[in-house]
């Protein structure tokens, strides 16, 4: 509301934070911060906002910063009548900022349970930064991250690298470093795989030496242990992940995913169900749902996997494995033409798509699980031998 640009990303960073802090609630459903920002800055019906996110509260407000002090408004509203629970400001200095968000954070525990006056309230266990310039440099790197795209990726990285040059026992920034590193490999953008995963799991390592509550480095590690084909560990992690924020709907779908990796298509389902919810307008939803159609492959639901595919499809960023589980399924459904269309897309996408592609970035734990997800790409016309999987 200030007028200055410069401080949306400090108005991204308590709204992060507070998002964080109430997710640790274990009663509490919250929505993901990838689907409420969408909301960021519209004049907006709170009714409408509550039915498409699937919530019966909704939080909103302001922050104000001017000089060293910072104006933040807030209000609570009953979504089901458009009353107003609570409403407050708040004047506080800078240097009171973390006060200031756990301050909000148990306002807003208090007036959802009021019955629960004995009630213990979480608090975020998260290291704080010592210096307010490496959270706000952290804060700007997760604003760039969220944009999904080679080149942010790699400006996000320049400002998690700033925020632990300003304070190198800032856990967050670590972990944010290694996520970089993580979505370079899966999405090809730059560097060499194995040099990315390996920079990645220092990185996210480092995080959890100095924050082992750090749901999101818990994520990042299983994100790895899944590259390297370690199903075991990577349902460790996420598990770890969904056990300190419930609401992190990232950790449900590495959760899902590393299950239809292991063979369980079924509880994989359940998963990607959760984190959909959670996440109902997630930038990165074209993952969910391609995820899930191909975890129906695996079911010989090829009639649904498809209707999955095409949503997949339809997003403006969605990526490569999209295309992917669009060709297997119609090459399943003996769709000759269509599936032709959908081969040409992919190779277009990718010329040199491989069956080594499909094993490093799929590493099925079942030999049957792989050649049914290739099968339906060899149906579909791409040159894909029978020869046994390699196992990493």
């Given at each position: 509301?200030?007028?200055?640009p ?9 709204t ?45 407000g302001s ?13 609570l ?39 629960l ?14 210096n ?42 670590y ?11 899966i999405?090809g ?20 030496t100095?924050?082992?509550r ?11 242990y ?9 349902l ?11 609401s ?10 590393a ?6 298509p ?9 984190a ?22 695996l079911m ?10 095409r ?27 269509e ?6 897309n992919?190779?277009g ?8 592609f499909?094993?490093t970035?799929?590493?099925f ?20 031998s ?7």
């Amino acid at each position: 509301m200030s007028g200055d640009p410069e401080q949306e990303y400090f108005s991204d960073g308590i709204t992060e934070d507070l998002i964080t802090a109430l997710s640790r609630i274990h009663w509490l459903f919250v929505t993901a911060r990838n689907s409420t920002f969408t909301f960021k800055g519209t004049a907006v019906d709170v009714k409408h906002v509550a039915e498409e996110l699937g919530v019966r509260y909704v939080v909103e407000g302001s922050v104000r910063k001017a000089g060293n002090r910072i104006r933040v408004t807030a209000q609570l509203i009953d979504a089901t009548t458009g009353g107003h629970v609570w409403a407050r400001h708040y004047d506080r200095e800078l240097s009171d900022v973390f006060a200031l968000q756990d301050e909000i954070s148990d306002t807003i525990t208090a007036a959802l349970q009021p019955e629960l006056a004995g009630f213990e309230r979480e608090r975020a266990h998260r290291k704080r930064p010592d210096n307010l310039d490496a959270w706000e440099s952290y804060q700007r790197g997760l604003w760039h991250v969220y944009q999904f795209s080679g080149e942010e990726n790699e400006t996000a990285r320049g400002l998690f690298r700033r925020a632990i040059e300003l304070d190198p026992g800032f856990g967050g920034a670590y972990m944010g470093l290694g996520y970089t590193y993580f979505l370079d490999t899966i999405f090809g953008w730059g560097g060499g795989a194995d040099d990315n995963i390996q920079q990645s799991f220092r990185a996210t390592k480092k995080a959890l030496t100095l924050d082992n509550r750090d749901a999101m480095a818990h994520y990042v590690l299983g994100r790895l242990y899944m590259l390297l084909g370690d199903q075991e560990s990577a349902l460790a992690e996420s598990e770890q992940a969904i056990e300190l924020n419930p609401s992190l709907a990232l950790g449900h779908f590495g959760l899902g995913h590393a299950l239809m990796l292991m063979g369980r298509p079924n509880d994989a389902m359940a998963e990607l169900d959760i984190a959909m919810r959670l996440s109902p307008r997630d930038p990165i939803m074209w993952v969910f749902e391609c995820t899930k159609a191909t975890a129906l492959v695996l079911m010989d639901d090829f009639d649904q996997a498809l209707d999955y595919a095409r949503r997949a499809a339809r997003h403006a960023n969605t990526g490569l494995w999209a295309s992917v589980a669009m060709t297997s399924v119609l090459g399943h459904l003996g769709r000759a033409e269509e599936a032709g269309a959908a081969l040409r897309n992919l190779l277009g996408i990718k010329p040199d798509f491989a069956p080594e592609f499909i094993r490093t970035y799929l590493p099925f734990d079942r030999q049957e699980d792989h050649e049914q997800y290739v099968a339906g790409l060899r149906k579909a016309g791409l040159d894909i031998s029978e020869e046994p999987m390699v196992s990493g």
